[in-house]
């Protein structure tokens, strides 16, 4: 972990203890002031410098898009309000500074064939030799959750044993993101992956004492990057993969693993609107599935399949400028 190198660097790291005392996570805020900290020592600042025209001006000079800046800036703004009532610094230099305004985000949404095209490859990725093939296969079934079922990438990855009931084919998730907790039906392609991971593990294992559903060799659960990894792998051998694209104002993202929850969640939508049912009426038990916190986060996803089911990706981007 590199330290702060500006004259800030004492306040920093006291704004960042503060916040991890509040339960705070401070890994990306610490990246952003990074940034801030960074700019601090090329510009030789001191105490006098901090005045409104000088934020502005490192807004100008920061070489990157426009959410991205819009974070930083807000970062050092609350920073400053920590500042503040320490009383290091009369006002808030920042507290005026308008937001860039942010190019509009198309998710990158996988058709159902291509979602199949990709768990294939990651199929014919896991590892043949005895002392991989367990982990390998636990990586592929934990892909397999994130398509089939819309779950975050964190969420396959803490499930323990006991949160998989096989009788009844539902998943207990539990407090993962907004402190949420929601059980889940399983469809039966997960549900036969599962049954078939389980059975490799129970003959390769049969003292087996790891608690986790999704077993690691060396015990412990798998961690969101080698999944990443697996993810990517599959991606380029699939030839799904390609680059993010910023074409004027639009923002295509490329494909993650989050995309997979994206993708689960708009073609929900769509086969139930060629089944002829209402996506509207199903978006409560949707945003109940997927864990959602607030019901406008599931809706935008009405919008991302009534474009797709149209072909005009075009209505979106529309919306979210109207929104804007």
Partial sequence: MKNFESFLA???????????HQGYRTDITRHRLRI??????????????????????MRANLKQESRSINRIISSVRVFFQFLLRREYVTENPLQDIPALKENSIIPYVFSPEQIEQLLLSASNCIKKNRRYFLSSLGKYTALVLLARCGMRITEPLGLMKQHYRKDD???????????????????????TDMENYLSVRKALLPDDHNPYLLAAENGKPFTDQQIRFTFRRALKISGLDQTRKVIGN??????TPHALRHSFAVNTLIKIKERGGSA????PILAAYMGHSEYKHTSVYLKVADAISRNRLVDFVLWQRRKE
């Fill in 169 to 191: 084919g539902t998943i207990y998730i539990e407090k993962t993101k907004f402190k949420k907790q929601r059980l889940i039906p399983v469809p039966k392609s997960a549900m």
């Fill in 36 to 57: 801030f900290d960074q700019y601090l020592k090329k510009a030789n600042a001191d105490w006098d410098s901090l005045k409104p025209f000088f934020f502005l001006e």
């Fill in 10 to 20: 004492p306040q920093l790291d006291a704004y960042l203890d503060y916040r991890q």
């Fill in 280 to 283: 509207q009426h199903a978006l």
């Fill in 250 to 255: 639009l923002n295509v993202r490329q494909p």
